[in-house]
């Protein structure tokens, strides 16, 4: 092909394979995306946490919810970021320092757009040492060898009462992050002790 016929295919191509980008993309974005509402999940000392396979979560992706047995988490599902509202249950003691766990997700919100453990942090408190925060869009600042909060363009929090992720104003939200701890943390997760 003649190279002025090159040009004028292309130009003739631009729109069509422009067209089908779109339309690729706006395809992807309306993908139903699974929930996990009312799935249960296990743990115990000798297996871990038992999550449905396609989800990952790290130590620093979880807060209780301070004199509730709720949880609130971080995790890529399918790899799409989520906030988790979970209630834990102790389903048998196995000494006095271990437990099997049974959590169940009890409210979930999506979050596409997020960097789970990154822009999207659970590494939060609000007014009064209020617990159980994650904020997502999260900006952040050195602070020696932690990193604070520099902004975020939202948060939520979950509401033990009405056992849903409430909206939460960002005044009062104070969040910091450990990177050594949560390098510390993960490679315990992928290296556990041996017994």
Same mark, same amino acid.
């Given at each position: 092909?003649k190279?002025?016929?090159?040009?004028?295919?292309?130009?003739?191509?631009a729109?069509?394979?422009?067209?089908?980008?779109?339309?690729?993309?706006?395809a992807a974005?309306?993908?139903?995306?699974?929930?996990?509402?009312?799935?249960?999940?296990?743990?115990?000392?000798?297996?871990g946490l038992?999550l449905?396979?396609?989800?990952?979560?790290e130590?620093?992706?979880?807060?209780?919810?301070? %004199?509730?047995e709720?949880?609130?988490?971080?995790?890529?599902c399918?790899?799409?970021?989520?906030v988790w509202l979970?209630?834990?249950?102790?389903v048998?003691?196995?000494?006095?320092?271990?437990?099997?766990?049974?959590?169940?997700?009890?409210?979930e919100?999506?979050?596409?757009?997020?960097?789970?453990?990154?822009?999207?942090s659970?590494?939060?408190?609000g007014?009064?040492?209020?617990?159980?925060?994650a904020?997502?869009?999260?900006?952040?600042?050195n602070?020696?060898?932690d990193?604070?909060?520099? %902004?975020?363009?939202?948060?939520?929090?979950?509401?033990?009462?009405?056992?849903?992720?409430?909206?939460?104003?960002?005044?009062?939200v104070?969040c910091?992050?450990?990177?050594?701890?949560?390098?510390?943390?993960r490679?315990l997760q992928?290296?556990?002790?041996t017994?």
């Amino acid at each position: 092909m003649k190279p002025g016929r090159t040009a004028s295919t292309l130009q003739l191509a631009a729109p069509a394979i422009a067209a089908w980008l779109c339309a690729t993309a706006a395809a992807a974005a309306d993908t139903p995306v699974t929930s996990y509402v009312g799935r249960p999940i296990y743990s115990d000392p000798a297996n871990g946490l038992q999550l449905p396979p396609a989800c990952v979560i790290e130590p620093t992706w979880r807060s209780r919810i301070s %004199g509730t047995e709720m949880e609130v988490w971080v995790l890529n599902c399918d790899s799409m970021p989520r906030v988790w509202l979970l209630m834990r249950q102790t389903v048998e003691m196995l000494s006095a320092h271990e437990a099997r766990l049974r959590f169940q997700v009890i409210d979930e919100r999506v979050l596409r757009d997020e960097t789970v453990g990154d822009s999207l942090s659970v590494q939060c408190s609000g007014a009064g040492n209020e617990s159980g925060i994650a904020v997502y869009g999260a900006r952040w600042r050195n602070s020696g060898r932690d990193l604070r909060l520099a %902004g975020a363009r939202g948060a939520l929090r979950g509401d033990a009462t009405r056992h849903r992720l409430v909206d939460l104003d960002l005044a009062g939200v104070d969040c910091v992050r450990f990177p050594d701890r949560e390098a510390m943390m993960r490679k315990l997760q992928q290296n556990p002790p041996t017994r």
